[in-house]
């Protein structure tokens, strides 16, 4: 088509920054690095056993042997962190979760063998009672009600056997008050100064966590979590419990989920000069992967799209299952 427009006479083209891919990466503001990245990773009793989660596509849980090839894998590829949790049998769970600080657990030999195996590996160990609690709940349940007090004092003994099998960083994940500071000061008094504490500080009661769930056999066995994650709906309450974390000892925070809080994750990172993570959480993982089965996205794109939007948001860390397939992309 002619057309008599020669010259719309404009100064300013923000085309012409974008018009060749050295353009574009010489402005491009946000690099996705796999030092951002932790990697969850599940694992579970046995020799030679893997499981896909059904609701997680290429998401395992590991006996202990393999979870260790696995972890010397990632670790090749360049993945700098991971982040564990088990799938505890149904015979060791109780009401107040007292297997999660046997010091023969599955949690803590896990540690201590990536520990001797893999050393360079940041090791994150999730400190709540979920995994361990015959009601799935995060803390002691008496008459319907989690009893946070009397949690805290567990979650202290859980966080101190962690880092005595050598966890680098203790990642408190229940949402009870007052946890932050009870673990430092169990930490301390046990001589182990050097272990970090990475605080889900606003985590919300969120729908987004199902498939984590289904991979721990952990869902709630009555009611939901609304009594102590946060409503959704609030934005404020995020700083507050960020300011109580720091105040309490924590030396990150976290926000979680990731893709339906990034203007949290934007709010907290202008409050805090702490290194603030996101957690790209299980059903944000399952969406995307739904949808690429169904052949309706580009998957690739997808995923580094939705974690280059959680580091523009202010992420400076990303938890994801992901990471591995990121680490492969990079290679
Ligand atoms: C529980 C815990 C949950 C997740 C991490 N730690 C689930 C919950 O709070 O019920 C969810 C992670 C995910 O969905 O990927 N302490």
């Known amino acids: ?14 085309l012409r920054l974008r018009r060749t891919p050295s353009l574009r990466r010489m402005v491009r503001e946000t690099q996705l690095t796999l030092n951002d990245l932790i990697y969850p990773m599940f694992v579970m009793e046995g020799i030679n056993q ?24 990632v670790a090749n590829l360049g993945i700098n962190a991971m982040a564990l949790f088990p799938l505890i049998s149904k015979e060791k769970k109780d009401n107040a979760g007292t297997e999660s600080y046997n010091s023969d657990g599955l949690v803590q030999r896990t540690v201590r063998a990536i520990k001797q195996e893999i050393p360079e590996i940041t090791v994150i160990t999730d400190v709540a009672l979920d995994p361990f609690s015959i009601y ?13 007090d009397e949690t805290v004092e567990v979650l ?11 966890a680098d960083i203790v990642a408190p994940s229940d949402m009870m008050d007052g946890r932050v500071g009870a673990i430092r000061r169990g930490l301390d008094a046990a001589g182990y100064f050097d272990v970090g504490i990475l605080a889900y500080s606003a985590k919300y009661a969120s729908a987004y966590y199902g498939p984590f769930r289904d991979a721990l056999e952990s869902a709630p066995q009555f009611g939901d979590k609304q009594t102590y994650q946060m409503d959704p ?17 924590a030396d990150m925070v976290m926000v ?10 934007g709010r907290i990172k202008k409050y805090t000069n702490l290194p603030v ?11 995307v992967k739904a949808a690429a089965q169904q052949g309706w996205i580009d998957e690739k794109q997808v995923i580094l799209e939705t974690l280059t939007s959680m580091k523009r948001a202010g992420a400076d860390l990303i938890l994801t299952y992901f990471a591995k397939q990121v680490a492969l992309m990079f290679q």
Do not use: C
Not at 136 to 148: R, S, T, W
Not at 156 to 166: I, L, N, R
Not at 233 to 247: G, M
């Open 136 to 148: 799935g709940h995060d803390g002691i349940v008496e008459d319907g009600k989690i009893l946070n």
């Open 156 to 166: 202290v003994k859980q966080a101190v056997s962690q880092a005595e099998a050598g």
């Open 1 to 14: 088509m002619t057309s008599n427009i020669k010259n719309l006479s404009l100064f300013h083209r923000p």
């Open 256 to 265: 979680k989920p990731a893709l339906a809080y990034l203007d949290i994750i």
């Open 277 to 287: 993570a996101a957690y790209n959480v299980s059903g944000e993982y399952a969406m």
């Open 233 to 249: 709906a609030n934005s404020r309450e995020a700083i507050k419990e960020v300011a109580l974390d720091i105040t309490e000892g």
């Open 50 to 73: 893997q499981e896909e989660i059904p609701s997680m596509p290429g998401i395992y849980r590991y006996s202990l042997d393999l979870l260790l090839k696995e972890i010397a894998d």
